[in-house]
């Protein structure tokens, strides 16, 4: 593989004169926004290793204090603030100061204002000491924020130079993280149209910092880098085609897929507004199990439809699998692409681990159409054929991007008339029942399978989507999560190479190479049937439980 420079590699979209013009001065606020006593030396950005997870705690920057508070995940910051260990205004500066550090080394970000989250922080204490008690259950906790969930008085985007703005009031979701307690110091970066497993942007590519020749993933790709340098301890995503799932199955953390309308999405920036014939959802995207359940109780508690008449209210009902013997269903390939070598070590791992355990039941599980199921998906993402995007891209003197054009090209996607979108959207509907008289007829509880064709892709090849967007057809829920495996060149090789299932699968099979993923970790996913979200909190705890015995 050809070497390329670290300024290279994070190197952003670029455009014309004109878009190179406004990008620059982007580009030059965000880094004026990074105090020069967070700086890194430019020879350690001049030829990093490609493991930056270490650069963090080694550089100097942080004090003993401030590490120690960014290795506790969310629920421990919460339960230390609530306890008087820790006050909000240490939790957030410590994470504020990591995320500029993380950010110098993978371009996560494209906002920092930690002077504004040590103002809100300085309240919440003050509330602390007056009242005795917290403000509500994540009181004083750091939360980053993806760049399409407007903060009032940052910047935001909907995935292109001419729609960057400077929010003039919060999202839903920000409205009740505030009034949960939450304090908000970052905002992450994204892709292009926010429809690529990658991001990339005008604030740079976001790199992982596992390895940095690959990818953090997308569109939460900013999200996935930061909590996995430790900058952030969880932060709010969004997922509409497995963007949660896929950026957190990259960098090794946990992230959950609601079923869509369960979390509020009003006033999230996006440039098809009134397309309904798919939904994202936002969720959480952190470091531990328990911090996706912290998020979700809090929530969902605030009954978010109170608020936002769009989502639907209910309630999070985690059931107890002690009661009940769970039904795990192995999908170890969708039946179009077969994952590399790395995933089916960590399926097998899985398997054999489940089958031993007196506390699961395990079968086999066949998927349906796939491939079919991944086509509907793809035509119903942009059922202008793509016409939207062409004019923001045109309109900035923004460059297309590889990814993009792959996207928005056909066969998969065309312009639709109005009797072509009912036809469908009843496609879709068709296969929705379908599928659930398929899972029916599986007899599972929950399905364990890839969240992605392999580990973290290499840059800008990341052409797959059907391991998650097949979910978000169907509305189904799912967690993505570390299995405790990495990419090991010395055993995930092929024995031998199987006879392609497609030409999607014939072209992943050209992707790998052991080498170029060493280090890489291996994630799984848990999903299960709409409005299971409870079933599969509950589920991934226990299998994760298994998996670690």
Known sequence: MTTVSFEEKIKGVGGNALYEAKARVFREQLEAKIPASLRLPPTTLEDPPLDVTHIPETCGLLTSQELAITELDATAVCQKIAGGELTAVEAVTAFGKRAAIAHQLTACLMDFFLDEGIKQAQKLDEYFRNEGK???????LPISIKGMLPVKG?????????NIETSTEDCDMIKILRSLGAVFYVKTNQPQTLMHLESKSTYGRVLNPHNTNLTAGGSSGGESALVAMK????????DGGGSIRGPCAHCGIYGFRPSCRTTPLHGVLWYQPGQDGFFSSTGPMCRSARDMRLFLEAVLGANPAL????????PLRVPDLTQKKLRIGIMMHDGVVMPHPPMIRALKMAKAKLEASSEVEVVDYTPYDHDRGYSIVREIYYEDGGATVRHLLAEGGEEMLPLTEWVISPPHVRAHDAAQVWKLRATRDAFRREYSDHWRSQNVDVVLCPPFPGTA??????????????WNLLDYPGTAFPSGLVADPAIDVYQELHSPMSAADEYNLSLYDAAIFK???VSLQVVSRIFNDGLVLAA????ERILKT
């Not at 940052?154 to 001419?162: E, N, P």
């Not at 991934?540 to 299998?543: D, G, P, T």
Request: aromatic share 8%; glycine share 16%; charged share 10%.
């Open 519 to 521: 280090g890489a970790p």
């Open 231 to 238: 900058g952030s301890c969880i932060g709010v995503g969004t």
């Open 134 to 140: 917290v403000i509500g259950p994540l009181h004083g």
């Open 307 to 314: 608020q936002d008449p769009d989502t639907l209210p209910i």
């Open 154 to 162: 940052t910047v935001g985007s909907a995935g292109f130079l001419v």
């Open 540 to 543: 991934q705890e226990v299998i």
């Open 457 to 470: 892709s290499r840059h800008d090849t990341a052409k797959y989507w059907g391991y998650t967007a097949i």
